[in-house]
């Protein structure tokens, strides 16, 4: 079973890892956009303006991971939220992927930090999702 100690350490570990990138990409996107070991440039041309729109984004994904790992009351909500970003963000790489987009070492190449955080993620949501419903409640 995971306990909460667990789900508090891993939403600190990435709301700092979604945080950090989010500066890299305000601060410095084309050095982001080309040294990035997930080859972007691969998904289309540089545009730095995108680059920085994303990067609010995740930003705003740090902060309800923080959120969720100083408010045990939030912190279904924010791995929901975060499960949610994780899941889409790994499918559409795994679709982009599947039709051609880009070459097939990306399913291996995005397995780190694309489809692991989305997994990680989804199970956990699973089990504080059935750790928050207390027994004999049916979940809504």
């Excluded at 790992?69 to 982009?96: M, Q, W």
């Amino acid at each position: 079973m995971i306990n909460s100690r667990f789900s508090t350490l891993l939403l600190f570990f990435s709301g700092s890892g979604l945080f950090l990138n989010s500066l890299f990409m305000l601060i410095a996107p084309r050095i982001w956009y080309h040294e990035l070991p997930g080859a972007v440039p691969d998904f289309g041309p540089y545009n730095e303006h995108f680059i920085r729109d994303i990067a609010c984004v995740q930003l705003v994904f740090a902060l309800v991971a923080t959120a969720g790992a100083l408010r045990p009351k939030s912190r279904t909500d924010a791995i929901a939220i975060l499960a949610l970003f994780y899941g889409t963000h790994s499918v559409l790489h795994l679709f982009d992927t599947a039709r051609g987009f880009v070459a097939t070492d990306h399913y291996w190449m995005d397995l780190p930090l694309v489809h692991l955080p989305a997994l990680v993620f989804v199970l956990l949501f699973a089990f504080e999702r059935r750790r928050s419903t207390p027994a004999g409640e049916v979940s809504s």
